[in-house]
């Protein structure tokens, strides 16, 4: 069973920078897919950012070019880096993992079996 918990979130100025961070419990190894997702009040959770065990990644519209998501193996940790923040960037993020992993990243949340309880960030 893999535990994920996530850290970095808190309020930042509209067009300022943040970094999420996502621990994993263990390390991931094989094929697998990780990725970023967020919920607003009244929302629906959506998918932001992934990327699989090769590196390949991919990205919500709404972030391209702003976002960035990577992993360092050697920590087991995952991070998604969010520039010129937007008021509608304002929700709770998730971290999540999909183990094994055996098509190119997908930013489905249904895809995604582990999850971590969330970071809030808010932009104002």
């Known amino acids: 069973h893999v535990q994920l918990v996530e850290s970095g979130g808190g309020s930042v100025q509209i067009g300022g920078s943040l970094s999420l961070s996502c621990a994993a419990s263990?390390?991931?190894?094989?094929?697998?897919?990780m990725g970023w997702f967020r919920q607003a009040p009244g929302k629906e959770r959506e998918g932001v950012a992934a990327i699989d065990s090769d590196g390949t990644t991919v990205y919500a519209d709404s972030v391209k070019g702003r976002f960035t998501i990577s992993k360092d193996s050697a920590k087991n940790t995952l991070s998604l880096q969010m520039n010129s923040l937007k008021p509608e960037d304002t929700a709770m993020y998730y971290c999540?993992?999909?183990?094994?992993?055996?098509?190119?990243?997908?930013?489905?949340?249904?895809?995604?079996?582990?999850w971590g309880q969330g970071t809030q960030v808010t932009v104002s």
């Open positions: 999540a993992a999909a183990l094994p992993w055996f098509a190119p990243p997908s930013t489905f949340s249904g895809d995604f079996g582990y």
């Open positions: 263990t390390v991931i190894y094989g094929r697998y897919c």
